[in-house]
Nanobody, 121 residues
């Protein structure tokens, strides 16, 4: 079994910073892409940022220039540094990982439990 455990959410004032972490553990035979999604109240879940095993990252337009995604492959961990936070960034943030099976013939989606980020104005 694989688990993704997130940490680092909380309450911050507008303009502040937070750093989210997500560590994958369990039967891991390799991780392809890792990413962060968020879901605001009454909204659809949306991609915030994603990063491949080789490093290229992709960002939602609304966070580009403010958020930075990174990963530590040795620790199976992905991070999201969030700067210049705005009230509209308030949401539950979910970690996602696409994990290879033992034969490296397919990847499977795993999700963390979510961590609340609240930005006050």
């Amino acid at each position: 079994q694989v688990q993704l455990v997130e940490s680092g959410g909380g309450l911050v004032q507008a303009g502040g910073s937070l750093r989210l972490s997500c560590a994958a553990s369990g039967s891991i035979f390799g991780i392809d892409a890792m990413g962060w999604y968020r879901q605001g109240l009454g909204k659809e879940r949306e991609l915030v940022a994603a990063i491949t095993s080789g490093g290229p990252a992709d960002y939602a337009g609304s966070v580009k220039g403010r958020f930075t995604i990174s990963r530590d492959n040795a620790k199976n961990t992905v991070y999201l540094q969030m700067n210049s936070l705005k009230p509209e960034d308030t949401a539950v943030y979910y970690c996602n990982a696409m994990i290879w099976n033992s034969l490296h013939t397919a990847t499977y989606d795993y999700w963390g439990q979510g961590t609340q980020v609240t930005v006050s104005s």
